[in-house]
Protein backbone atom coordinates (compact mmCIF):
# COMPACT_ATOMS: atom_id res chain seq x y z
CA UNK A 1 0.00 0.00 0.00
CA UNK A 2 3.26 1.95 -0.52
CA UNK A 3 1.78 3.53 -3.97
CA UNK A 4 -0.15 6.41 -3.19
CA UNK A 5 -1.47 9.00 -6.13
CA UNK A 6 -3.33 12.27 -5.90
CA UNK A 7 -4.38 12.95 -9.45
CA UNK A 8 -6.34 15.98 -10.07
CA UNK A 9 -8.35 17.51 -12.96
CA UNK A 10 -7.02 18.63 -16.57
CA UNK A 11 -8.70 22.46 -16.18
CA UNK A 12 -8.14 23.02 -12.94
CA UNK A 13 -4.88 21.23 -12.29
CA UNK A 14 -4.22 23.58 -15.34
CA UNK A 15 -5.36 26.51 -13.11
CA UNK A 16 -3.75 25.15 -10.00
CA UNK A 17 -0.41 24.18 -11.11
CA UNK A 18 0.43 27.88 -12.14
CA UNK A 19 -0.18 28.60 -8.09
CA UNK A 20 1.33 25.66 -6.74
CA UNK A 21 4.58 23.65 -7.00
CA UNK A 22 4.63 20.19 -8.52
CA UNK A 23 5.82 18.57 -5.52
CA UNK A 24 2.66 18.97 -4.29
CA UNK A 25 0.96 16.71 -6.87
CA UNK A 26 4.30 14.08 -7.41
CA UNK A 27 3.28 10.34 -8.64
CA UNK A 28 4.59 7.52 -6.96
CA UNK A 29 7.98 6.97 -8.78
CA UNK A 30 8.38 3.80 -6.81
CA UNK A 31 6.51 1.13 -9.05
CA UNK A 32 7.81 2.11 -13.07
CA UNK A 33 5.99 -0.84 -14.64
CA UNK A 34 3.01 0.32 -16.98
CA UNK A 35 1.37 -2.82 -18.13
CA UNK A 36 1.49 -6.34 -17.00
CA UNK A 37 1.68 -9.93 -19.61
CA UNK A 38 -2.29 -11.25 -18.64
CA UNK A 39 -1.84 -13.83 -21.47
CA UNK A 40 1.01 -16.01 -23.35
CA UNK A 41 1.68 -18.63 -25.56
CA UNK A 42 5.03 -19.44 -26.79
CA UNK A 43 6.94 -18.48 -28.28
CA UNK A 44 7.02 -14.88 -27.02
CA UNK A 45 10.14 -12.58 -25.53
CA UNK A 46 10.26 -9.40 -23.91
CA UNK A 47 13.32 -7.39 -25.10
CA UNK A 48 14.03 -4.95 -22.04
CA UNK A 49 16.87 -2.89 -21.92
CA UNK A 50 18.84 -4.74 -24.50
CA UNK A 51 17.76 -8.23 -22.43
CA UNK A 52 15.54 -10.79 -24.04
CA UNK A 53 13.32 -12.38 -21.08
CA UNK A 54 10.46 -14.94 -22.04
CA UNK A 55 6.84 -13.52 -21.90
CA UNK A 56 5.73 -15.25 -18.70
CA UNK A 57 1.54 -14.38 -17.64
CA UNK A 58 3.00 -11.86 -14.79
CA UNK A 59 5.90 -10.21 -16.32
CA UNK A 60 5.60 -6.48 -16.08
CA UNK A 61 6.43 -3.97 -18.86
CA UNK A 62 8.18 -1.16 -19.02
CA UNK A 63 8.62 1.81 -21.03
CA UNK A 64 10.68 1.45 -24.29
CA UNK A 65 10.12 -2.71 -24.00
CA UNK A 66 9.74 -4.43 -27.37
CA UNK A 67 7.63 -7.04 -27.32
CA UNK A 68 8.47 -10.06 -29.86
CA UNK A 69 5.66 -13.23 -30.41
CA UNK A 70 7.58 -15.77 -33.25
CA UNK A 71 5.43 -18.43 -35.73
CA UNK A 72 2.84 -19.87 -32.67
CA UNK A 73 3.59 -16.57 -29.99
CA UNK A 74 0.34 -14.47 -28.96
CA UNK A 75 0.89 -12.16 -25.73
CA UNK A 76 -1.74 -10.03 -24.09
CA UNK A 77 -0.82 -7.13 -21.94
CA UNK A 78 -3.43 -4.99 -19.64
CA UNK A 79 -2.18 -1.06 -19.12
CA UNK A 80 -1.76 0.61 -16.01
CA UNK A 81 -4.55 3.24 -17.64
CA UNK A 82 -6.74 -0.08 -18.67
CA UNK A 83 -5.55 -0.48 -22.47
CA UNK A 84 -5.39 -3.78 -23.07
CA UNK A 85 -3.28 -5.34 -25.95
CA UNK A 86 -2.71 -8.23 -28.00
CA UNK A 87 -0.33 -9.60 -29.84
CA UNK A 88 -0.75 -12.42 -32.83
CA UNK A 89 1.88 -14.59 -34.17
CA UNK A 90 5.32 -13.27 -35.97
CA UNK A 91 4.91 -9.56 -34.28
CA UNK A 92 7.17 -7.18 -33.27
CA UNK A 93 5.61 -3.98 -30.75
CA UNK A 94 7.68 -1.57 -28.72
CA UNK A 95 6.24 1.22 -26.48
CA UNK A 96 7.80 4.14 -26.96
CA UNK A 97 6.18 6.13 -24.84
CA UNK A 98 3.74 5.92 -21.67
CA UNK A 99 3.24 8.62 -19.27
CA UNK A 100 0.24 8.52 -17.37
CA UNK A 101 0.52 11.63 -14.56
CA UNK A 102 -3.57 12.52 -15.21
CA UNK A 103 -2.71 15.46 -11.85
CA UNK A 104 -0.45 17.10 -14.52
CA UNK A 105 -2.43 16.30 -17.56
CA UNK A 106 1.09 14.42 -18.30
CA UNK A 107 -0.45 11.64 -20.57
CA UNK A 108 0.94 10.03 -23.36
CA UNK A 109 0.99 6.37 -25.20
CA UNK A 110 2.68 6.05 -28.34
CA UNK A 111 3.64 2.43 -29.62
CA UNK A 112 4.51 1.01 -32.42
CA UNK A 113 3.72 -2.21 -34.18
CA UNK A 114 6.94 -2.80 -36.66
CA UNK A 115 4.95 -6.38 -38.03
CA UNK A 116 2.14 -8.99 -37.44
CA UNK A 117 -1.37 -8.10 -35.84
CA UNK A 118 -2.43 -6.35 -33.15
CA UNK A 119 -6.05 -5.90 -31.29
CA UNK A 120 -5.75 -2.37 -29.16
CA UNK A 121 -8.46 -1.02 -26.47
CA UNK A 122 -7.32 2.16 -25.42
CA UNK A 123 -7.96 3.32 -21.78
CA UNK A 124 -8.30 6.31 -19.32
CA UNK A 125 -4.69 8.21 -21.64
CA UNK A 126 -7.28 7.99 -24.25
CA UNK A 127 -10.52 9.01 -22.02
CA UNK A 128 -8.05 12.10 -20.75
CA UNK A 129 -6.40 12.78 -23.79
CA UNK A 130 -7.75 10.88 -26.72
CA UNK A 131 -5.18 12.84 -29.32
CA UNK A 132 -2.34 11.40 -26.89
CA UNK A 133 -2.80 7.70 -28.17
CA UNK A 134 -1.21 6.96 -31.41
CA UNK A 135 0.22 4.13 -33.07
CA UNK A 136 2.91 3.83 -35.63
CA UNK A 137 3.32 1.69 -38.26
CA UNK A 138 6.06 1.39 -41.39
CA UNK A 139 3.76 3.20 -43.37
CA UNK A 140 1.34 5.08 -41.40
CA UNK A 141 0.28 6.79 -38.21
CA UNK A 142 -3.01 5.76 -36.24
CA UNK A 143 -4.52 7.99 -33.80
CA UNK A 144 -7.40 6.39 -31.62
CA UNK A 145 -10.85 7.88 -30.51
CA UNK A 146 -11.35 5.69 -27.45
CA UNK A 147 -12.11 3.14 -28.88
CA UNK A 148 -11.15 -0.95 -30.31
CA UNK A 149 -9.39 -1.34 -33.55
CA UNK A 150 -7.26 -4.28 -35.09
CA UNK A 151 -3.86 -3.90 -36.94
CA UNK A 152 -2.25 -5.87 -39.44
CA UNK A 153 1.43 -5.04 -40.97
CA UNK A 154 2.69 -7.05 -43.32
CA UNK B 1 24.35 -12.19 -59.91
CA UNK B 2 23.82 -9.12 -58.10
CA UNK B 3 20.93 -8.46 -60.72
CA UNK B 4 19.03 -11.93 -59.73
CA UNK B 5 19.66 -10.71 -56.08
CA UNK B 6 18.00 -7.48 -56.63
CA UNK B 7 15.10 -9.06 -58.55
CA UNK B 8 14.40 -11.64 -55.56
CA UNK B 9 14.57 -8.72 -53.01
CA UNK B 10 12.33 -6.81 -54.99
CA UNK B 11 10.13 -9.64 -55.00
CA UNK B 12 9.89 -9.99 -51.24
CA UNK B 13 9.55 -6.34 -50.68
CA UNK B 14 6.48 -6.40 -53.09
CA UNK B 15 4.76 -8.90 -50.53
CA UNK B 16 6.76 -7.86 -47.76
CA UNK B 17 5.57 -3.96 -47.92
CA UNK B 18 2.16 -4.88 -48.43
CA UNK B 19 1.53 -1.99 -45.53
CA UNK B 20 -0.71 -1.76 -42.87
CA UNK B 21 -4.52 -2.76 -42.29
CA UNK B 22 -6.62 -1.34 -39.65
CA UNK B 23 -10.12 -2.58 -38.97
CA UNK B 24 -12.27 -0.33 -35.86
CA UNK B 25 -14.77 -3.22 -34.04
CA UNK B 26 -16.65 -2.11 -31.36
CA UNK B 27 -15.20 -2.09 -27.53
CA UNK B 28 -16.28 -4.05 -24.97
CA UNK B 29 -18.94 -1.68 -23.82
CA UNK B 30 -19.97 -1.94 -27.32
CA UNK B 31 -18.94 1.47 -28.40
CA UNK B 32 -17.37 2.56 -31.65
CA UNK B 33 -14.87 5.07 -31.13
CA UNK B 34 -12.70 6.56 -33.81
CA UNK B 35 -9.48 5.97 -35.63
CA UNK B 36 -7.85 7.83 -38.28
CA UNK B 37 -4.62 6.49 -40.23
CA UNK B 38 -2.44 8.98 -41.86
CA UNK B 39 -0.04 8.29 -44.28
CA UNK B 40 2.16 11.44 -45.82
CA UNK B 41 -0.15 11.72 -48.99
CA UNK B 42 -3.36 11.52 -46.89
CA UNK B 43 -5.82 10.28 -44.21
CA UNK B 44 -8.70 8.27 -43.98
CA UNK B 45 -10.74 8.06 -41.05
CA UNK B 46 -12.90 5.07 -39.43
CA UNK B 47 -15.97 5.73 -37.40
CA UNK B 48 -18.21 2.76 -37.99
CA UNK B 49 -18.01 -0.81 -36.63
CA UNK B 50 -15.96 -3.35 -39.13
CA UNK B 51 -15.08 -0.14 -41.48
CA UNK B 52 -11.44 -0.84 -42.61
CA UNK B 53 -8.62 1.16 -44.77
CA UNK B 54 -5.26 -0.23 -45.77
CA UNK B 55 -2.20 1.67 -45.75
CA UNK B 56 0.19 0.37 -48.66
CA UNK B 57 2.93 2.38 -48.62
CA UNK B 58 3.95 5.73 -46.77
CA UNK B 59 3.64 8.01 -49.56
CA UNK B 60 0.31 7.11 -50.79
CA UNK B 61 -3.02 7.67 -49.56
CA UNK B 62 -4.61 5.45 -47.20
CA UNK B 63 -6.98 3.10 -49.71
CA UNK B 64 -10.74 4.28 -49.15
CA UNK B 65 -12.90 2.73 -46.17
CA UNK B 66 -14.75 -0.70 -46.95
CA UNK B 67 -16.78 -2.97 -44.45
CA UNK B 68 -15.35 -5.99 -43.37
CA UNK B 69 -17.52 -8.75 -42.40
CA UNK B 70 -16.80 -11.40 -39.11
CA UNK B 71 -15.49 -13.65 -41.28
CA UNK B 72 -12.91 -11.35 -42.33
CA UNK B 73 -11.52 -10.48 -39.60
CA UNK B 74 -10.89 -13.70 -38.26
CA UNK B 75 -9.28 -14.62 -40.99
CA UNK B 76 -6.59 -12.06 -40.26
CA UNK B 77 -7.10 -11.94 -36.43
CA UNK B 78 -8.53 -15.18 -35.39
CA UNK B 79 -5.15 -15.68 -32.97
CA UNK B 80 -4.96 -12.19 -31.48
CA UNK B 81 -8.70 -12.28 -30.86
CA UNK B 82 -8.40 -15.67 -29.23
CA UNK B 83 -5.46 -14.87 -27.07
CA UNK B 84 -7.04 -11.44 -26.12
CA UNK B 85 -6.93 -10.73 -21.86
CA UNK B 86 -10.30 -10.28 -20.00
CA UNK B 87 -11.02 -6.27 -20.01
CA UNK B 88 -10.42 -4.39 -16.87
CA UNK B 89 -13.67 -4.99 -14.39
CA UNK B 90 -14.60 -1.94 -12.51
CA UNK B 91 -16.43 -1.97 -8.98
CA UNK B 92 -18.01 1.49 -6.88
CA UNK B 93 -18.72 2.03 -3.22
CA UNK B 94 -20.53 4.83 -2.80
CA UNK B 95 -19.88 6.84 0.75
CA UNK B 96 -22.48 8.81 2.83
CA UNK B 97 -21.35 13.11 2.41
CA UNK B 98 -18.24 13.78 4.52
CA UNK B 99 -16.97 10.37 5.63
CA UNK B 100 -14.81 7.52 4.91
CA UNK B 101 -17.26 4.73 6.66
CA UNK B 102 -17.67 1.62 4.42
CA UNK B 103 -21.53 1.98 3.76
CA UNK B 104 -23.61 -1.33 4.25
CA UNK B 105 -24.08 -1.59 1.02
CA UNK B 106 -20.46 -2.56 0.31
CA UNK B 107 -20.90 -5.59 1.61
CA UNK B 108 -21.93 -7.31 -1.90
CA UNK B 109 -19.61 -5.02 -4.17
CA UNK B 110 -16.46 -6.18 -1.95
CA UNK B 111 -17.66 -9.67 -2.39
CA UNK B 112 -18.20 -9.11 -6.30
CA UNK B 113 -14.29 -7.71 -6.46
CA UNK B 114 -13.18 -10.66 -4.38
CA UNK B 115 -14.25 -12.99 -6.78
CA UNK B 116 -13.17 -11.28 -9.92
CA UNK B 117 -9.57 -11.00 -8.54
CA UNK B 118 -9.83 -14.74 -7.21
CA UNK B 119 -11.05 -15.60 -11.21
CA UNK B 120 -8.48 -13.59 -13.13
CA UNK B 121 -5.38 -14.40 -10.42
CA UNK B 122 -5.10 -10.82 -10.45
CA UNK B 123 -2.42 -8.99 -8.72
CA UNK B 124 -3.12 -5.96 -10.53
CA UNK B 125 -5.89 -3.86 -8.78
CA UNK B 126 -6.31 0.13 -8.41
CA UNK B 127 -8.33 1.61 -5.52
CA UNK B 128 -9.35 5.29 -6.51
CA UNK B 129 -10.97 7.39 -4.10
CA UNK B 130 -13.18 10.45 -5.18
CA UNK B 131 -15.02 12.94 -3.59
CA UNK B 132 -17.65 15.30 -4.39
CA UNK B 133 -17.02 19.21 -4.47
CA UNK B 134 -18.17 20.16 -0.98
CA UNK B 135 -15.91 21.20 1.04
CA UNK B 136 -13.02 22.44 0.09
CA UNK B 137 -10.10 21.47 -2.45
CA UNK B 138 -7.41 19.90 0.47
CA UNK B 139 -9.87 18.66 2.29
CA UNK B 140 -11.75 16.66 -0.12
CA UNK B 141 -8.30 15.15 -1.51
CA UNK B 142 -7.76 14.00 2.14
CA UNK B 143 -11.12 12.34 2.23
CA UNK B 144 -10.59 10.59 -0.92
CA UNK B 145 -7.69 9.33 0.05
CA UNK B 146 -9.55 7.76 3.59
CA UNK B 147 -12.25 6.22 1.21
CA UNK B 148 -9.79 4.29 -1.00
CA UNK B 149 -7.72 3.47 2.10
CA UNK B 150 -11.03 2.11 4.10
CA UNK B 151 -11.74 -0.22 0.67
CA UNK B 152 -8.24 -1.30 0.77
CA UNK B 153 -8.69 -2.53 3.78
CA UNK B 154 -11.33 -4.20 3.79
CA UNK B 155 -10.26 -6.10 0.73
CA UNK B 156 -6.99 -6.45 2.56
CA UNK B 157 -9.07 -8.11 5.11
CA UNK B 158 -11.21 -10.16 2.50
CA UNK B 159 -7.74 -11.87 1.67
CA UNK B 160 -6.38 -10.03 -1.27
CA UNK B 161 -2.40 -8.91 -0.98
CA UNK B 162 -1.45 -4.93 -0.33
CA UNK B 163 0.86 -5.79 -2.65
CA UNK B 164 -1.32 -6.41 -5.62
CA UNK B 165 -2.86 -2.73 -4.62
CA UNK B 166 -2.26 0.38 -6.40
CA UNK B 167 -4.16 3.36 -3.89
CA UNK B 168 -4.79 6.39 -5.96
CA UNK B 169 -7.00 9.14 -4.90
CA UNK B 170 -8.50 12.00 -7.12
CA UNK B 171 -9.85 14.22 -4.96
CA UNK B 172 -12.91 16.61 -6.31
CA UNK B 173 -11.28 16.32 -9.48
CA UNK B 174 -12.46 13.39 -11.70
CA UNK B 175 -16.40 13.38 -11.12
CA UNK B 176 -18.73 10.93 -12.47
CA UNK B 177 -20.85 14.17 -12.71
CA UNK B 178 -19.62 17.37 -13.39
CA UNK B 179 -21.08 20.07 -10.69
CA UNK B 180 -20.75 23.75 -9.57
CA UNK B 181 -17.73 24.43 -6.33
CA UNK B 182 -19.59 23.30 -3.26
CA UNK B 183 -22.26 21.25 -4.96
CA UNK B 184 -22.92 18.00 -2.60
CA UNK B 185 -23.30 14.90 -5.46
CA UNK B 186 -23.61 11.31 -4.04
CA UNK B 187 -22.79 9.74 -7.22
CA UNK B 188 -19.14 11.54 -7.26
CA UNK B 189 -18.54 10.42 -3.79
CA UNK B 190 -17.30 6.90 -4.69
CA UNK B 191 -13.98 4.65 -4.58
CA UNK B 192 -13.72 3.00 -8.08
CA UNK B 193 -12.16 -0.72 -7.76
CA UNK B 194 -9.80 -1.56 -12.15
CA UNK B 195 -9.71 -4.94 -11.83
CA UNK B 196 -7.24 -6.06 -14.32
Known amino acids: MEKRTFSGHREWMTALSLFLSAAAFAEPASDPRIGTIKTSRPEAVVLHQGAEQPAQVGSRIYRGDTIVTRSDGAVGISFMDGAVLSLGPDSRFTVDDFLFKPANREVSFLSTLAKGTATFISGAIGRISPESVKFKTPTATLALRGTKILVEVK | ?196
Request: glycine share 8%.
Open chain 2, 1 to 196: MQRILMIAFCGLLVTGCSGTRVVLVPDPDGKVGQVSVATQAGEAVLHKSGETTRASASDSKPANPEVWSQDQIQDVFAAALANEPLPPQRHRIHFATGTADLPAEAGPVLQAIKQAVEQRKSCDISVIGHSDRAGDDAWNRDLSLKRADAVARALKLAGIADACMDIRYYGEHDPVVPTADGVSEPRNRRVEVEIR
